[in-house]
Every structure is written in C-alpha cells, then in structure tokens.
C-alpha cells in the first residue's frame, strides 16, 4: 500500500527559531497538502499544493509559512520564525487527479516549540 | 453556527454493537463526503467516502449522506476491539479537481471486548 512519509515525527524547537517539516507524498499523486492539528482540537487545513503552486490557503497560513517541492519527490513546509501556539502535530497529504477519492495522510509531525 | 458539528463522545459500546456516528454540516455547498479513523497520535485513514446523497457499503461499514437535512452518518456492524480510535467526518466544499477538507472535531469510540 503506497503512503505517505513525514520525517521527523517528533520535532522540538526553540521559539524564534526555523523549522522545516519534510513529506514525501505518493509517487503519482498529482495535489499536495499540509494540515495541523493542535492537542484536542480539529484537523485544520493550512496550504494546497498543485503544478508547483499554491492553490488555496487558509487564514492560518501567514508570511511566516511557506510550501515548496524542491524536487520530484519531495514537499516541505516551513515555519520561519516559530511561535508557542506553533506547537502541533502537522500533516501531510497527497490525493490523485480523481477528485473525491479521498486523501491519504502521513503519520505526521509533531511540532512541539518551548 | 460551526460548519461541521460533530459529537465527540466518548462513546463506548460492548463487542459486536452496532456503532452509529453522525455529523451536520451548514454549507450546502458540500458535495465529497468522507470517514476518517484516527489512532491516537497517528494521521487520519481514510475509511469511506461518498458523494452527493445517497449511501455506500464497505464490508462492516455504511456510510450515508442526507443532503437535504446537512446530515452525514458512518455505521459500524457488528464493532471489534480493533475498531477502537477516534472518526473524523470530512467534507470537500468544492468537488472539482481541488480543494481543502473541512474536518469534524472527531468521535472517540472505544469497543470494549
């Protein structure tokens, strides 16, 4: 069964400080996603991913994020300047061309930032 | 008013119940349908998905969408030990090639043996 990879799973960091998420989404996945999940609180999505640009984001994804594919395989999420409320577990996901199908999603990060 | 409310429960059910989980949804704008299960500290499966209205079958899993009353369910059959984690609903309010998920805030269902 093809997944979804996330390195690292477990991050801890200071506040101020950068940080750089890294998945590796389904080899013929097309659409690209990053969501967080704050303890106790809903799956939020942050950013898609498509043809090598940002097709929607949402209100939490400010300047300090950013989304880039560096290369075929690779998707990353950064957090330039961390704050306290950071402080999460991220997701990744990847989905094919087929709308509805659903989307995969890695085991995630978990982003704790002291 | 929340655009997908969800009852976090905790709900707790013998082995071999019958498990019913519900969500509502305001935007009627909604079209993809979707059942996640979640392990703890682990990423959303999916499970099922639908679309539109209407009900569709997986093994122990029923998953049913009732646009008209904004109202989606998952029924497990006959629930095991192993079906024991938190289900998330999820909705696509756009249903062409892109869009992001609006997630429930999750059912913990716990299957005691």
């Known amino acids: 069964e093809p997944e979804v990879t996330q390195t690292p799973s477990h991050q801890v960091t200071q506040m101020g400080q950068e940080v750089i998420l890294r998945c590796v989404p389904i080899?013929?996945?097309?659409?690209f996603y990053w969501y967080r999940q704050i303890l106790g609180q809903k799956v939020e999505f942050l950013v898609s991913?498509?043809?090598?640009?940002?097709?929607?984001k949402s209100e939490i994804f400010d300047d300090q994020f950013s989304v880039e594919r560096p290369d075929g395989s690779n998707f990353t999420l950064k957090i330039r300047s961390t704050k306290l409320e950071d402080s999460a577990m991220y997701f990744c996901?990847?989905?094919?061309?087929?709308?509805?199908?659903?989307?995969?999603f890695g085991s995630g990060t978990r982003l704790t930032v002291v | 008013q929340k655009e997908v409310e969800q009852d976090p429960g905790p709900l707790s059910v013998p082995e071999g119940a019958i498990v019913s989980l519900n969500c509502t949804y305001s935007?009627?704008?909604?079209?993809?349908f979707m059942w996640y299960r979640q392990y703890s500290r682990k990423g959303p499966e999916l499970l099922m998905y639908?679309?539109?209205?209407g009900n569709k079958e997986d093994g122990r899993f029923t998953a049913q969408v009732d646009k008209s009353s904004k109202y989606i369910s998952l029924f497990i059959r006959d629930s095991q030990p192993s079906d024991s984690a938190t289900y998330l609903c999820?909705?696509?309010?756009?249903?062409?090639?892109?869009?992001?998920?609006?997630f429930g805030k999750g059912t913990k269902l716990s299957v005691k043996p």
């Open positions: 639908t679309y539109s209205s």
């Open positions: 080899s013929n996945h097309l659409y």
């Open positions: 991913f498509y043809n090598n640009e940002i097709s929607e």
């Open positions: 996901a990847s989905r094919d061309r087929t709308a509805g199908r659903g989307y995969t």
């Open positions: 935007n009627s704008a909604f079209q993809y």
């Open positions: 999820a909705m696509n309010p756009v249903g062409g090639s892109q869009g992001n998920l609006i």
